[in-house]
Nanobody, 127 residues
Framework: QVQLVESGGGSVQAGGSLRLSCAAS????????MAWFRQAPGKEREGVAA????????YYAGSVKGRFTISQDNAKNTLDLQMNSLKPEDTGMYYC????????????????????WGQGTQVTVSS
C-alpha cells in the first residue's frame, strides 16, 4: 500500500509561483510512474505532468509545458511540482498519484492508469 499527502497549495496572483510537494509512504520505486493531476469545478480531471524515473522520462500537458517542472526525490519519497508563471486557468485541486507500472506518452495522462491518490491541495490563481 502507498499513501500520498500533498502540500504547498495556496492563493497567488497571476504570474506568481507555487511549489507543490507530495509525500509518499510505503514502497515507491523508480519503476513506478508518478504524476500530478488537477481538477477545476465542472471539469474533468486532467493530467498535468508525470515522471518515470527509471526511464528518465517526464511528460507535460501542453498547457503547462515550459511553466511547470515535475521532479522526484527517491531518497525522500517525495514528488514535487514547481509551477511558474501561473495563470487563472491553472486554478483547481491538484492531486498526486502513483501507478504500479511505467507510463508512456500515450498513457501517462489517463487517470485510470493510477492506483494510489492523495487527498489533494487547492491552488487558486487570481487575475
Amino acid at each position: 500500500q502507498v499513501q500520498l499527502v500533498e502540500s504547498g497549495g495556496g492563493s497567488v496572483q497571476a504570474g506568481g509561483s507555487l511549489r507543490l510537494s507530495c509525500a509518499a509512504s510505503g514502497h515507491i520505486y523508480s519503476s513506478m510512474c508518478m504524476a500530478w493531476f488537477r481538477q477545476a469545478p465542472g471539469k474533468e480531471r486532467e493530467g498535468v505532468a508525470a515522471i518515470y524515473s527509471s526511464g528518465g522520462r517526464t511528460y507535460y500537458a501542453g498547457s503547462v509545458k515550459g511553466r511547470f517542472t515535475i521532479s522526484q526525490d527517491n531518497a525522500k519519497n517525495t514528488l514535487d511540482l514547481q509551477m511558474n508563471s501561473l495563470k487563472p486557468e491553472d486554478t483547481g485541486m491538484y492531486y498526486c498519484a502513483t501507478a504500479i507500472y511505467s507510463c508512456t506518452g500515450g498513457t501517462w495522462s489517463d487517470s485510470h492508469e493510477y492506483t494510489y491518490w492523495g487527498q489533494g491541495t487547492q491552488v487558486t490563481v487570481s487575475s
